[in-house]
């Protein structure tokens, strides 16, 4: 039997839930008698998946998983390629869904860890019985389900950040300095802002504010800005109304070079390759 992905549903997300909320691109089981292979970007979003029955191995660069039946999942970003397949002589039956959204890759970046989650069982059980709602909420299509849909997704995020510990951070009071100077940023966050402008705004001086940084954010002040911008970038291109050139002018880049080159720089992609791995 070849590898079969008639189960799998493909869905069409309107305008406003591809540039406003966290919206499916298809759901379903796929079947796999032999490798399954797929270059790079050749689809957008991200896949989130476990093994239904079989086994088999997940390929992607720099790491190989087990594929397994059990409380685990993985999520798989379609920038970067990837490899599944069956233990030889064996069928692996993967289930999921795939999902985009303007948010997407600082998702992946704040869950880091790589591609696999090993869940509690009642985590897993939560984000199977999901999938299943988010199944019919998309054959159904009642009024108001890509609202719902977006929902759902935040909810199973959520849960792949607790399963990191990405959700136990200590409670503690944020100093007024640091308080002052984020408020300071967020007021105009599209500004070009400098490093000696921010710290002017906090009634501290440049070197104690970068110690609070440091102590609470776990950055710098010049990292703050940079993942602030390159966040915004992201925001702005999932809108395909705007030009890269307005996108730039936007943010406050002197020309679209400056800022084509310092997206490139942090994230790996140029702005309309960027645009690319996100359209459906």
Not at 89 to 118: C, D, K
Not at 189 to 215: H, I
Request: with cysteine.
């Amino acid at each position: 039997m070849a590898n079969s992905f008639a189960q799998l549903y493909q869905v069409a997300p309107s305008p406003r839930a591809q540039r406003l909320f966290w919206h499916l691109l298809s759901i379903g089981p796929v079947t796999l008698d032999s490798t399954d292979h797929h270059e790079a970007m050749d689809k957008p979003g991200a896949h989130l998946f476990w093994v239904r029955s079989g086994a088999g191995r997940l390929a992607v660069p720099d790491h190989d998983y087990t594929l397994k039946t059990g409380p685990r999942c993985w999520l798989v970003d379609m920038k970067m390629p990837r490899t599944c397949s069956p233990v030889p002589g064996r069928r692996i039956v993967n289930t999921g869904f795939r999902f985009g959204g303007p948010e997407l890759a600082a998702w992946r970046e704040e869950i880091g860890g790589g591609n696999e989650f090993a869940l509690a069982p009642l985590d897993s059980l939560y984000i199977r019985e999901q999938t299943r709602q988010l199944a019919r909420l998309a054959r159904k299509k009642p009024a108001g389900f890509e609202w719902d849909i977006h929902v759902i997704i935040t909810q199973i995020l959520g849960r792949l950040l607790k399963s990191r510990q990405r959700l136990v951070t200590p409670q503690t009071d944020v100093p007024k300095p640091l308080a002052r100077a984020i408020n300071r940023v967020m007021t105009d966050p599209y500004r070009d802002w400098k490093v000696t402008e921010v710290a002017r705004s906090s009634g501290v001086n440049r070197a104690a504010l970068q110690a609070l940084f440091r102590e609470h954010r776990s950055e710098s002040i010049h990292e703050f800005l940079l993942r602030l911008r390159v966040d915004l970038a992201r925001q702005l291109l999932s809108d395909d109304r705007l030009a890269v050139k307005e996108v730039s002018a936007r943010l406050n880049f002197s020309n679209e070079f400056y800022f084509s080159r310092f997206f490139r720089r942090r994230t790996g992609l140029s702005p309309s390759t960027y645009r690319k791995s996100i359209r459906v």
